[in-house]
C-alpha cells in the first residue's frame, strides 16, 4: 500500500479537534474566577509545603512538624479535588466536542486504511489499528489508531500550550511509602 494523503488529514483533524476541546476547557472552566482563585491558593499550598519539608527542626518539635507537613498534604489534596470539580463543568461539553469530532472522522474516514505499520500489532493495539477497515490486511490501520496517537501525542502538549492543567502535588503515594520505609529502619 502506497502512501495516503488522507493520514496527514485525520492528524490535523485530530489537532484541530484538540484545540477545540482545550478553547472550550478554557471558556468554560480555566477563566472563571472561582477556578483562578484554587488554582493560586493550591499554588501557594505547594509552596508552604515545600519550605515545611526544607525546614529542619530539633527533635523537640519534629511531632509539631510532622503535623503541619501532614496538614499541608491534605490541604493540597483537597484543593486538588476542588479544582478537578470545577473542571467537570467543561467535561460534558468536552465530550460532546469529542463525540462530534469522532463522528465526522468516521463519516469521511470509514472502512478505509490509512496507514501501514512497521509491525504486527497485538491484543488492544489491533482492534484500534483494524477497527473500520474491510480486508485482511495485518499491517493495516485506520483512522481510529492515528486519532488516538495524536490525541496520546499531542493532547498534553496542547494543553501546556494554553496553561490549561492543574499543578502538580508535590508529593506522592510511592514517595511516602518510600519515606516511611526510611523511618522504620
Same mark, same amino acid.
Given at each position: ?6 493520514? #496527514?488529514?485525520?492528524? +490535523?483533524y485530530s489537532l484541530i479537534i484538540?484545540?477545540? &476541546?482545550?478553547?472550550?476547557? /478554557? ?21 508552604? /509545603? *515545600? ?7 530539633? +527533635? ?8 503541619? &507537613? ?10 486538588? !479535588? =476542588?479544582?478537578? *470539580? ?5 467535561? &460534558?461539553? !468536552? ?11 468516521? *463519516? ?11 509491525? !504486527?500489532? +497485538?491484543?488492544?493495539?489491533?482492534? +484500534? ?9 495485518? =499491517? ?6 492515528? /486519532? ?5 501525542s499531542f493532547r498534553k502538549h496542547?494543553?501546556?500550550?494554553? =496553561? ?5 502535588? #508535590?508529593?506522592? =503515594?510511592?514517595? *511516602? ?5 526510611? !523511618?522504620?529502619?
Amino acid at each position: 500500500m502506497g502512501f495516503s494523503f488522507q493520514a #496527514p488529514l485525520v492528524v +490535523i483533524y485530530s489537532l484541530i479537534i484538540g484545540l477545540l &476541546i482545550e478553547l472550550v476547557s /478554557y471558556y468554560f472552566a480555566y477563566r472563571s474566577p472561582s477556578y483562578k482563585s484554587a488554582r493560586e491558593s493550591l499554588v501557594k499550598a505547594i509552596n508552604e /509545603y *515545600k519550605q515545611l519539608k526544607k525546614r529542619k527542626v530539633d +527533635i523537640l518539635s519534629k511531632k509539631k512538624h510532622e503535623k503541619s &507537613i501532614s496538614d499541608a498534604e491534605s490541604r493540597i489534596t483537597s484543593l486538588q !479535588n =476542588n479544582m478537578q *470539580k470545577s473542571k467537570f463543568k467543561s467535561a &460534558i461539553v !468536552n465530550m460532546a466536542a469529542m463525540f462530534f469530532g469522532f463522528r465526522v472522522l468516521r *463519516k469521511k474516514f470509514a472502512g478505509i486504511a490509512l496507514a501501514s505499520l512497521p509491525f !504486527n500489532p +497485538i491484543g488492544p493495539i489491533k482492534k +484500534i489499528a483494524f477497527r473500520g477497515i474491510a480486508g485482511s490486511g495485518v =499491517n493495516q490501520a485506520g483512522f481510529m489508531f492515528l /486519532y488516538t496517537l495524536t490525541n496520546l501525542s499531542f493532547r498534553k502538549h496542547i494543553s501546556l500550550l494554553f =496553561n490549561n492543567s492543574i499543578p502538580k502535588s #508535590p508529593f506522592s =503515594n510511592f514517595q *511516602k511509602k518510600l519515606e516511611e520505609q526510611q !523511618n522504620l529502619q
